[in-house]
Every structure is written in C-alpha cells, then in structure tokens.
C-alpha cells in the first residue's frame, strides 16, 4: 500500500500546469475585410466597449495615425483605405497604452479628465493621475 505522500504525489503530477497570468482585461483585435479600396472593421462598437472610450476619440487617433480619413456606420467603422488587420491592431494595442492603461498599476479603470487644456488619465483603482502624453 502505498503512502500518503505518495499518492498525493501522483496527484499533482496529473494536475494541468498552473497558468499564472490571469488578465481581465483583454486586448481586443479587429474583425472586418477589405472591400474595393476600403477596409472594414466590423467590431468597431465592441472595441470600443471593451476600451471604454469614446468613438469619436478612437476614431480620430485612428485617421490621425493611419493617415486616412475615416467614419462610422453603426456598429461599424469604415477607413478610407486597404489596410492591413495587423497594422490597425498595433495602432489601437498603442492607443490602450496612451489614453486607457494605468501608468501605475497597469488596470484599465481608467478615465480621461481635461483640465485647463490638458487631458490626464486617472486610474479608479489605485488613483494615479497622469497626463496624456499624446494629443489628437
């Protein structure tokens, strides 16, 4: 018969690995499709859920930074241009680094306050209060 020790042993050898990171809050990436010279981007609204933001604030960084002009058309947002889903996705992961991640504390429980001309993210969770380096 065998010991305590060693069951509990062979117990936890067939557990499945430990996952460390558990992030809540999930980098969202594009869904759409190119349509003559245009592109497409179908969840645009859900991006801008899961960013909790303003769709017209994403949607001037987006035509500032992908050089394009740019609308909305319900749920979803319509660029000017063929552009590939890589280069979009690293431009909005950008944008959540600017104006909706904490400096601090890293969480998205962000808002963007503007205060004289300035516009400062402060974080609800650990209450840093930054300014945004980036304008639009």
């Known amino acids: 018969m065998q ?14 690995e430990k996952q ?4 809540r809050f999930e980098m969202p990436k594009v869904k759409g499709h190119i349509q003559g010279n245009k592109t497409i981007i179908s ?5 801008v859920t899961i960013l909790r ?9 987006l035509q500032r930074e992908l050089a394009t002009p740019a609308n909305i058309d319900g749920p979803r947002l ?9 280069l979009i996705n690293s431009k909005i992961e ?13 969480k998205p429980d962000t808002i963007l306050l503007k205060e004289n001309d300035m516009l400062f ?6 209450g840093a209060k930054n300014p945004v380096r980036t304008r639009i």
């Open 3 to 16: 010991s305590y020790e060693e069951l509990l042993k062979k117990a936890r050898e067939k557990l499945p």
């Open 20 to 23: 460390e990171s558990i992030e």
């Open 43 to 47: 969840n645009f609204s859900q991006i």
């Open 53 to 61: 933001r303003e769709q017209e604030h994403l949607l001037k960084y």
């Open 78 to 86: 319509i660029l000017g241009r063929k552009l590939p889903a890589s």
């Open 94 to 106: 950008q944008y959540a680094i600017d104006f909706v991640l904490c400096r601090a504390c890293k």
């Open 121 to 126: 993210i402060k974080c609800q969770a650990c």
